[in-house]
């Protein structure tokens, strides 16, 4: 099975929340950060700009080799503004390891779902709960400004 293929299968009876819709089908680019194309911090710095106004840094500046390509997740790892939290909800960022240094981050989009991007596919909604993600799941984390929300 094709890594396109993991990434599309479908999520009986799931529906994705209104906000992630809008970023739906967007293709994976290295280093994206736009509609014509993202990855999967990409999927993050744009659902926290266009959705909830968060400007995040980008990252832009990292060299893609794989040892650097985990800097993005290992700064909402150490804290600041970030905070681990055991029970996800809409908007957190679900942290997984790839190997042993590569890591991938997609946005919670509703109970055990996520919005994401992953080489060669394109941005969807994927179950948190499915065997290639779960096994991998390091945590979550949650912006600080959304901390008291809810």
Do not use: K
Request: charged share 20%; proline share 7%; aromatic share 8%.
């Amino acid at each position: 099975m094709s890594r396109r293929s993991h990434d599309r299968v479908a999520i009986p009876g799931a529906v994705p929340m209104s906000w992630s819709n809008a970023f739906i089908g967007i293709p994976w680019v290295r280093l994206g950060r736009a509609r014509a194309g993202i990855d999967c911090w990409g999927v993050v710095v744009m659902t926290y700009r266009d959705v909830l106004g968060i400007e995040l840094p980008d990252y832009l500046d990292v060299p893609v080799e794989t040892a650097e390509m985990a800097r993005q997740v290992d700064a909402i790892a150490a804290g600041d503004p970030w905070h681990a939290v055991a029970e996800p909800r809409e908007f957190d960022v679900a942290v997984f390891r790839m190997g042993a240094i590569l890591r991938h981050v997609g946005v919670v989009a509703g109970p055990g779902l996520m919005l994401h991007v992953t080489e060669g596919g394109t941005s969807c909604i994927a179950s948190i709960d499915a065997p290639r993600w779960r096994p991998r799941l390091i945590g979550y984390c949650r912006h600080e400004t959304l901390m008291g929300a809810r």
